[in-house]
C-alpha cells in the first residue's frame, strides 16, 4: 500500500506571497489533518477533512486554509505569507473513523514539505 | 481547555543507559497513541493504548496508560543510537476526533 505523499517536498516563498501544499493520503483513508512543525515545537494543529468537510480546525489565523477534494486528496493554502510562516508542513491521513468510544485510528504522516519565507 | 502536557522535553543519555517520557492530560483520554520521529524524518506511529492500567511492550520499549487513564509513559532499557529521536504521546479530545499533542521528549545520545 503506497504511503502518504506529500507535494512539493521543498519550497521557498517570499514575504506576502501565497502558496498551496498537497497531500495525497493512503488508499481508503478519508481524514487528513495538517500539522505545522517549526524547530524545536511539537505538533501544531491546523486543521482536519473527511469526506471534504472540515471536521476539526486549530488556531491559526484565516490565511491558512485548506480543502479536500472527492478522492480525498487535500490541499492546505497560506496566503500573505509571513517569516514566521517557515515550517515543516505535515500531513496524516487515517480511516477518520472511531472504532467505538475508545479506541482511534493511527495517523500515517507524509514526508513533509518544507516552506522557507524570505 | 484540554491540554497534553510531556516531560521532560530533552534527556541525554549515555548509550545502554535507560530513558523515560512521561505524558499528563488534563482530562480522562480513550486512549494514548505513541509517535516517533527521527531527525529529519516525520513522526511514525509505535503504539495505541485503550485500556485502564495496560502495559505493552516492543523488544526494548515499554508503554504504559495509568489506572486513571490520565497519563502514560514510555520507557526504553538500554537505549542504542538508533532510538535517537522525538517522542510523542497524543490523546483525543474529548468532544470530536482531533488528536492532541505532547511537545515531544527530544532523546539524545551522549558522545
Known amino acids: 500500500k503506497a504511503g502518504v505523499t506529500q507535494t512539493p517536498r521543498y519550497l521557498i516563498k517570499t514575504r506576502g506571497q501565497q502558496v498551496t501544499l498537497s497531500c495525497s493520503p493512503i488508499?481508503?483513508?478519508?481524514?487528513v489533518s495538517w500539522y505545522q512543525q517549526t524547530p524545536g515545537q511539537g505538533l501544531q494543529f491546523l486543521f482536519e477533512?473527511?469526506?471534504?468537510?472540515?471536521?476539526n480546525k486549530g488556531n491559526f489565523p484565516g490565511r491558512f486554509s485548506g480543502r479536500q477534494f472527492s478522492n480525498s486528496r487535500s490541499e492546505m493554502n497560506v496566503s500573505t505569507l509571513e517569516l514566521g510562516d517557515s515550517a515543516l508542513y505535515l500531513c496524516?491521513?487515517?480511516?477518520?473513523?472511531?472504532?467505538?468510544?475508545?479506541?482511534?485510528?493511527?495517523?500515517?504522516f507524509g514526508p513533509g514539505t518544507r516552506l522557507t519565507v524570505l | 481547555g484540554q491540554q497534553v502536557m510531556q516531560i521532560p522535553q530533552y534527556q541525554h543519555v549515555q548509550e545502554g543507559e535507560d530513558f523515560t517520557t512521561y505524558c499528563n492530560s488534563s482530562?480522562?483520554?480513550?486512549?494514548i497513541q505513541w509517535y516517533k520521529q527521527r531527525p529529519g524524518g516525520h513522526p511514525v506511529f509505535l503504539i495505541q493504548?485503550?485500556?485502564s492500567g495496560e502495559v505493552k511492550k516492543q523488544k526494548r520499549l515499554t508503554f504504559q496508560f495509568g489506572e486513571a487513564k490520565k497519563n502514560s509513559s514510555l520507557h526504553i532499557t538500554a537505549t542504542q543510537t538508533t532510538d535517537v529521536g522525538t517522542y510523542f504521546c497524543?490523546?483525543?479530545?474529548?468532544?470530536?476526533?482531533?488528536?492532541?499533542w505532547g511537545a515531544g521528549t527530544k532523546l539524545i545520545i551522549k558522545p
Open positions: 496524516a491521513s487515517s480511516s477518520g473513523l472511531a472504532g467505538g468510544q475508545s479506541s482511534y485510528n493511527e495517523q500515517f
Open positions: 488508499s481508503g483513508h478519508r481524514s
Open positions: 477533512y473527511f469526506s471534504e468537510t472540515q471536521r
Open positions: 482530562t480522562t483520554l480513550s486512549n
Open positions: 493504548l485503550v485500556k
Open positions: 497524543a490523546g483525543p479530545m474529548d468532544s470530536n476526533y482531533q488528536l492532541i
